[in-house]
């Protein structure tokens, strides 16, 4: 596949400097009803989705959810069992990569070891014969937008994993593809280098107003970089939308679980009101400000909470919340801002509940506690 890859480096088109890409529409993509088999395996399943000209976009799931499946299907690597690709509204399938004008870097970077940080990132211009002189003012403009000029003449293997990764950025950036298809490339570096790099790769991004398709199965990263995220299970798209939009009103248990940490409350519906509704869990009567959606008055309902919208209470019945439960402290860890609590509730089950340090009454292991959070803190999902 890496060969594979170079080649399409080098027949793709070069004009223009780096950095000036027109607003002319070029990297839109669209794809319809995508589906691939292997067998009896179904790897993607009637998968549609639109990426606009300068977004970017997280493909985001666990391993096996299809996620480089896709990636690999846009980029040409895989041909689809059925469905369609569009490139600003012409249809692409028929392209090999190397016709696809894509840039692509992958999780190991491919870089060519015996050639220096210069010729690797040059060598699609040197493929296709442009002349010297183009050559190297594009390397240099290539190696500035990932500060690697010091680097210049360094084998990859003098370089960190960090300096690497930059490389293989500079390299498929060089030949000004229609879009940049990521697939994990942080995944190999330490947790510091992979902060710092999720940075610049952010602010590359926004220098460049270029479409990126980036692959990931880490959530925090999906959040932090992310203009929208896709979400993938066993082959399907789950849900998409902003990390907000995601992260504050999942659709799923499962995606509120694999989009940071959640509680989960399963209750009974006992009355519905035009702004929402009361559901009692174990022996507490709740209230949620969203509707129930199709559910009726005694009807199951599951409800999603994340841990930093619960609020330690000082005293259970004076502060004026909504929503009060007492419990029981199991444990609670000390990670820098924040207070990690897991607190036994009659009825209820665990909560996990994040409290600020700069809070004086964090309690003690087994002592009794109450809780409290807003009526719109939470949202209603579906169990699946």
């Known amino acids: 596949m890496i060969a594979q890859f170079m080649h399409s480096v080098s027949s793709s088109r070069t004009e223009g400097s780096i950095g000036a890409h027109s607003p002319d529409g070029r990297g839109t993509l669209s794809v319809q009803s995508l589906t ?3 067998g009896s395996v179904v790897a993607l399943h009637d998968v549609s989705l639109e990426v606009e000209r300068g977004r970017f976009l997280t493909l985001l799931g666990p391993s096996g959810s299809g996620k480089t499946t896709l990636l690999m299907s846009i980029a040409g690597f895989v041909v689809p069992s059925s469905g369609s690709i569009k490139l600003d509204g012409e249809p692409i399938d028929h392209l090999p990569p190397e016709r696809r004008n894509f840039g692509m870097v992958f999780q190991g970077y491919a870089l060519f070891p015996h050639l ?9 211009l040197k493929v296709r014969r442009r002349p010297r002189a183009e050559i190297a003012e594009a390397v240099r403009r290539a190696l500035g937008m990932v500060q690697l000029e010091a680097f210049a003449d360094r084998l990859p293997r003098q370089l960190s994993g960090g300096q690497q990764q930059r490389a293989a950025l500079a390299r498929a950036l060089i030949f000004e593809p229609s879009l940049l298809l990521l697939d994990e490339p942080l995944s190999a570096l330490d947790k510091n280098l992979r902060s710092d790099l999720q940075i610049e790769l952010r602010d590359l991004h926004r220098r460049l107003g270029l479409t990126f398709i980036y692959v990931t199965h880490d959530q925090q990263e999906a959040l932090s970089m ?20 995601l992260y504050e ?3 799923s248990r499962f995606v509120a679980g694999f989009l940071g940490r959640g509680n989960f409350l399963s209750g009974s519906i006992e009355s519905i009101a035009s702004g929402g509704f009361a559901y009692r869990c174990g022996r507490f009567l709740l209230h949620q400000a969203s509707p129930p959606g199709s559910a009726s008055v005694g009807e199951r309902v599951l409800i999603a909470l994340r841990p930093e919208k619960i609020r330690l209470l000082a005293d259970g019945t004076a502060e004026n919340v909504p929503n009060k439960i007492a419990g029981r402290v199991v444990t609670f860890n000390y990670v820098g801002g924040l207070y990690h609590l897991l607190v036994e509730v009659e009825g209820v089950g665990r909560l996990t509940v994040d409290s600020p340090t700069w809070r004086r009454d964090v309690p003690e ?7 409290g959070w807003d009526e719109d803190a939470s949202v209603p999902i579906s169990e699946t």
């Not at 220096?116 to 699609?124: L, Q």
Request: hydrophobic share 45%; proline share 5%; no cysteine.
């Open 249 to 251: 009103a999942p659709s």
């Open 365 to 371: 292991v087994g002592r009794e506690i109450a809780l």
């Open 116 to 124: 220096t940080v210069a010729d690797n990132v040059a060598f699609a």
């Open 36 to 38: 691939k088999r292997y």
């Open 226 to 245: 992310s203009d929208e995220i896709a979400i993938m299970r066993e082959g399907r798209l789950i849900q998409r939308g902003t990390p907000a939009a």
